[in-house]
């Protein structure tokens, strides 16, 4: 078990960034492939962003290609995800998680029109 804790949402202006932190506790932070998800309302939760274990791989869902960057730092046991041009309808909630299928509580991230 691993607990994962965001940080760095808020309000921003359509065409602003943020950029989110996910720090881990327990656990090996290292094994694991760690995701952004976010859920906005009256919606599911969908996928986001993923990084590999060492870095090396990442993957992103189409709407957020190109805007997002997700990256990690073993060493601080934190993932990041970078949001650049942003948009309103990446207004969400977003979660980090684990391949273990550990989530964060979740933070709001809201994007004026």
């Known amino acids: 078990q691993v607990h994962l804790v965001e940080s760095g949402g808020g309000l921003v202006q359509t065409g602003g960034s943020l950029r989110l932190s996910c720090a881990a506790s327990?656990?090996?932070?290292?094994?694991?492939?760690m995701g952004w998800f976010r859920q906005a309302p009256g919606k599911e939760r969908e996928f986001v962003a993923s990084?590999?274990?060492?870095?090396?791989?990442?993957s992103y869902a189409p709407s957020v290609k190109g805007r997002f960057t997700i990256s990690r730092d073993n060493a601080k046991k934190s993932v990041y995800l970078q949001m650049n041009s942003l948009k309103p309808e990446d207004t969400a909630v977003y979660y980090c998680?684990?391949?273990?299928?550990?989530w964060g509580q979740g933070i709001q991230v809201t994007v004026s029109s």
């Open positions: 327990g656990g090996t932070f290292s094994a694991y492939v």
């Open positions: 990084i590999s274990r060492s870095a090396i791989s990442t």
């Open positions: 998680n684990s391949d273990y299928n550990d």
